[in-house]
């Protein structure tokens, strides 16, 4: 089984950066962090469920949502087991929960949907204030 932790979330008024990490314990099939694909989602209020951002295995290919492509960064760092989502420019617009997701399976092409995730995150709020 896989562990994420989401940590970094919080009230921050527009305009503002705030940096999500993800950090992950435990395997899945015998497999590392180093080999997962892994996502960030995100949730705001009787909304649903919708992707952010991805990054490979190797970190070589990284996916952002039009709706924050030049303000959101996904990063990883695998000898720390972490995944980074760097947030700057942030609206009132990026308030949601959000989600750290990891797909085993890993390849080249990490998922943009949240169904080919098998272990997630319990969240961390993000409040943009404007």
């Known amino acids: 089984q896989v562990q994420l932790v989401e940590s970094g979330g919080g009230l921050v008024q527009a305009g503002g950066s705030l940096r999500l990490s993800c950090a992950a314990s435990?395997?899945?099939?015998?497999?590392?962090?180093?080999?997962?694909?892994m996502g960030w989602f995100r949730q705001a209020p009787e909304k649903d469920r919708e992707f952010v951002a991805a990054?490979?295995?190797?970190?070589?290919?990284?996916y952002g949502a039009d709706s924050v492509k030049g303000r959101f960064t996904i990063s990883r760092d695998n000898a720390k087991n972490t995944v980074h989502l760097q947030m700057n420019s942030l609206k009132p617009e990026d308030t949601a929960i959000y989600y750290c997701?990891?797909?085993?399976?890993?390849?080249?092409?990490?998922?943009?949907?949240?169904?080919?995730?098998?272990?997630w995150g319990q969240g961390t709020q993000v409040t943009v204030s404007s």
């Open positions: 997701a990891a797909d085993p399976q890993g390849g080249y092409y990490p998922p943009r949907v949240d169904n080919e995730y098998d272990y």
């Open positions: 435990g395997r899945a099939s015998g497999r590392t962090f180093s080999s997962y694909a």
């Open positions: 990054i490979s295995w190797s970190g070589s290919t990284t």
